[in-house]
């Protein structure tokens, strides 16, 4: 935490000097809790510069309130997160910042084919992971019938192996720094932890279930299961992952939206609702 602090500091101080010698109109961030953006952030505000937060991960109850003009977030759910910590931290002089929904997502989202055959399933792993649990899990997937092969797909960031397990072709590493998307073009059905990559892979039409133990956050974190749009197969029978359909049905589509904002409106008419927030906060004062 001391470290964490003297960063700040430093950065508050360093970009207070910036911006006095190289003055801007707008700021962006992608991250509203590390050190440096947040002195970015602080440093801009205190020389009257518009900030804007772009959302880069999923957020959670326990996250602060933006201290931003302007939050292009990914989706509704993640608005009233955010909207309802500004409510729980009144005494919090933070701006009454905009929220526009932007996607991150080119495309519209992708529907799920109950009726797919599972011939592939992808494991996307956290950061860190529980070598023992995935093991475990690696070991019984690899019994279900109908299943040739098994992709392990490390956390862009983590340093942790899984040589181990590797059993080519049937049980492979998924490509160094693989897109979600590329990842959900390789398999058919996906296990995950407390990760926002299951949301990529639901809008890219790849049935996802969520396995608890392989990482130290806790059971749903991210309360994808209490929002009813991930299904818990932490003690389920993996024979039953034919079963994945009577899930994401009608009822579940509706669900997810709140997660996709493409699944109710276009990328392009977005883009163009943030670049209107943009323009409107870059404008001259009257």
Known sequence: MSLQLLLGTAAIAFYDLEFDNAPCRLVVVANDHSPIPT?????ARHHGIGTVYRQHAPVAPEFLPLPVDLALLYDAVSCDIYRQAAHNHPALEYPKNKMVVLSPYRESGRP???GAPIKTVGISLPLSWDAAALAKLVNQMKKVAGVEGIVLRRHPASH?????LLDPPRIIAGTPGQSAEAFASAIDLAVIPNSGIGMELLHFGVPTLYRDGLDTLGYDAYGFLAAGVLPDWTHRDLSELDRFGDFFDAQWRQRFARFDATQTSTPEAMRWDAKQAIEVLM???A
Request: net charge negative.
């Open 39 to 43: 002195a970015v952030i602080f440093a």
């Open 283 to 285: 404008a001259p004062p």
């Open 160 to 164: 942790q192996s899984v040589d181990g």
């Open 112 to 114: 799920i084919d109950p």
